[in-house]
């Protein structure tokens, strides 16, 4: 890759339909889900060091700023900037472009999600070499993944023509919200559809100035901040909270800037308890997958996921695709076929115990 080539890493959210698991002060990217050894925000900077050597940018909360900076002592101090609150992906990711834009003008720079998992790392940073290259065209790029299953909890991009200098890549038609599953079955059929992964490529200059079409205060505003650090505290507040697929990529493909690269690396987001479950490798026995230590798991005729965290032991009994989560202060049983609704607990918790989330 490029030496102008930077990844941006965004940490933030609480991920709360992983709940108790992962809370607002230890969210899901500071944790190992996947029994690898490393954290979910370890893992995206290794296979992303490949690509981008020592230029990393990450964006994280001010409470998670400690945490973060202890667990990338490769990543320099003085790039990890913390937000002073949240504003959603399009503050965070434009910040990180406006500081980009004034650093190295010469950059393109590559915003990946510090809590999903890659399966096929050596793909996945094949698709960016590729992504890299079109955004050196002024393209905005996002890698969509191959759909396994017409998913409903996931976006979709519709892929249009293909770019003429770069075989592979195509125009993007639209972004689409979460579709049902009768339209996502149809999207799935269709062949033209990828799922919609969070990951765009871009020129910093090229991102900003997508931004500035539709908002320009907005990105005068994150400019003015690059240029002016010391003015992040009073401005932060001020930004709009949004997301960067509705503040920049919907209006972008709408206008004919943005491409997609098509990626077969196998991804997840980590979104619930059903997607952790098919990634923690299964029971031999055939009992349910276990994220802990294993001696603290009994179970009879059951499948699912355990989590013995509480340090007791954890028995289950007759139960199919069941989740159990001890971590010591709570417990959670559910079903993963009711695995997204965890988030409704951790709403009713933040009025009552607002402790415990």
Request: contains cysteine; hydrophobic residues 50%; negative net charge.
């Amino acid at each position: 890759m490029s030496e102008s080539f930077w990844a941006v890493v965004p940490a933030g959210g609480a991920g709360t339909r992983l709940w108790p698991l992962s809370r607002r002060a230890s969210p899901k990217f500071l944790h190992d889900l996947t029994g690898a050894g490393r954290t979910l925000i370890q893992t995206t900077v290794d296979r992303l060091a490949p690509l981008a050597g020592d230029r990393f940018l990450v964006v994280t909360g001010a409470t998670h700023l400690a945490a973060v900076t202890a667990q990338l002592p490769e990543v320099d101090p003085a790039w990890i900037v913390a937000e002073p609150s949240p504003r959603d992906s399009m503050a965070a990711i434009g910040l990180a472009a406006a500081l980009l834009e004034r650093h190295d003008p010469e950059a393109v720079m590559g915003s990946f999600a510090a809590d999903h998992v890659v399966t096929d790392p050596d793909g996945f940073r094949d698709c960016v070499r590729l992504a890299a290259a079109v955004a050196r065209d002024g393209w905005l790029v996002t890698i969509g993944i191959e759909p396994t299953q017409p998913a409903t909890g996931f976006g979709y991009v519709e892929l249009g023509a293909e770019l003429p200098h770069h075989p592979g890549v195509a125009a993007v038609r639209e972004f689409v919200e979460k579709p049902s599953a009768e339209v996502a079955t149809s999207y799935v059929a269709s062949g033209r559809y990828r799922w919609n992964a969070g990951m765009f490529v871009a020129r910093p200059s090229v991102l900003l100035d997508l931004l500035a079409t539709p908002d320009p205060g907005f990105a005068a505003a994150l400019r003015g901040i690059a240029a002016a650090p010391d003015t992040l505290a009073e401005v932060w507040p001020t930004l709009p909270r949004i997301a960067i697929d509705h503040a920049v990529a919907e209006p972008a493909a709408a206008a004919g800037r943005v491409a997609v690269v098509p990626g077969t690396f196998g991804w997840d987001d980590v979104g619930d308890f059903a997607s952790l479950t098919s990634l923690i490798i299964p029971d031999p026995a055939g009992g349910p997958a276990i994220l802990g230590d294993p001696t603290l798991v009994r179970s009879v005729d059951a499948t699912g996921l355990v989590v013995p965290q509480g340090g007791r032991v954890v028995a289950v009994v007759g139960l199919d695709d069941v989740v159990v989560v001890d971590t010591g202060d709570a417990v959670l049983v559910t079903t993963r076929a009711r695995a997204q609704d965890v988030r409704a607990i951790v709403a009713d918790l933040a009025d009552s115990a607002p402790e415990l989330t």
